[in-house]
Structure formats: structure tokens, C-alpha cells
Nanobody
Framework: QVQLVESGGGLVQAGGSLRLSCTAS????????MGWFRQAPGKEREFVAATRWSGVGVTYYAEHTDSVKGRFTISRANAKNMVYLQMNNLKSEGPAVYYCAARGRGGIAAVSLRTEYDYWGQGTQVTVSS
């Protein structure tokens, strides 16, 4: 049985940092895309970052008004079957649950689409206080 388990969430002040971890078990995802999404109360789950293997590690970040690019870094440790999200200079945006996601097959259409991922964790809550 495949499981993704997130950890590292919590309460942090604006400007602070958190490092989220996701541990996969049940199969390996070393050559398949893994990503992070987040969902605030009453809002859609949105893409944050993803990584996939294409000969070398390739990373993607959400591009929107309050882009995470430049503040967040996604990385993975294939030997441990883990993916991380380092979040720096966090902004006071209210609580959100961060979810780890993994695709169990090749040929992903777009790493930012929720429907492209086959497995999801239960999420870890992040709250940034002002």
C-alpha cells in the first residue's frame, strides 16, 4: 500500500522559515514527479512546487501574484524516497494545509495539475502569523 506522510508544518511568524518533509512508502518514486500543493480554508487546492527526473532533476514553482519562486525550494532524496519543501520568508496569508503528491507513472501532462497525481498525503498545516 502506497503512503505519503507529510511532516514539518506548524506555526511560524511572518518572515520565518519551515521545512516540510514527505516520506513515501510502498513503492519508489525516484523517476516520477512529486509535488507540493496547498489549500487554504474555503479555497481550491493550488499548486506550489514539483520536481521530476529528466536525466537531471527538474523543478517547477507556482507562478502567480504572490509567487513562491525565490522563497520556496523543492528537493528530493531518492535514496530515502522523500521530497522536501524549504519555505523561507513566509508571508502572513492565514492557515493552509500543505499536501505532498506523487505520480506513479510516466508522461505527466503538467506538473501543476492536481489530476496528474496518483497519490496524496493527508497534509500538514502551516500557519503564518503576522
Amino acid at each position: 500500500q502506497v503512503q505519503l506522510v507529510e511532516s514539518g508544518g506548524g506555526l511560524v511568524q511572518a518572515g520565518g522559515s519551515l521545512r516540510l518533509s514527505c516520506t513515501a512508502s510502498g513503492r519508489t518514486f525516484s523517476t516520477y514527479p512529486m509535488g507540493w500543493f496547498r489549500q487554504a480554508p474555503g479555497k481550491e487546492r493550488e499548486f506550489v512546487a514539483a520536481t521530476r527526473w529528466s536525466g537531471v532533476g527538474v523543478t517547477y514553482y507556482a507562478e502567480h501574484t504572490d509567487s513562491v519562486k525565490g522563497r520556496f525550494t523543492i528537493s528530493r532524496a531518492n535514496a530515502k524516497n522523500m521530497v522536501y519543501l524549504q519555505m523561507n520568508n513566509l508571508k502572513s496569508e492565514g492557515p493552509a494545509v500543505y499536501y505532498c503528491a506523487a505520480r506513479g507513472r510516466g508522461g505527466i501532462a503538467a506538473v501543476s495539475l492536481r489530476t496528474e497525481y496518483d497519490y496524496w498525503g493527508q497534509g500538514t498545516q502551516v500557519t503564518v502569523s503576522s
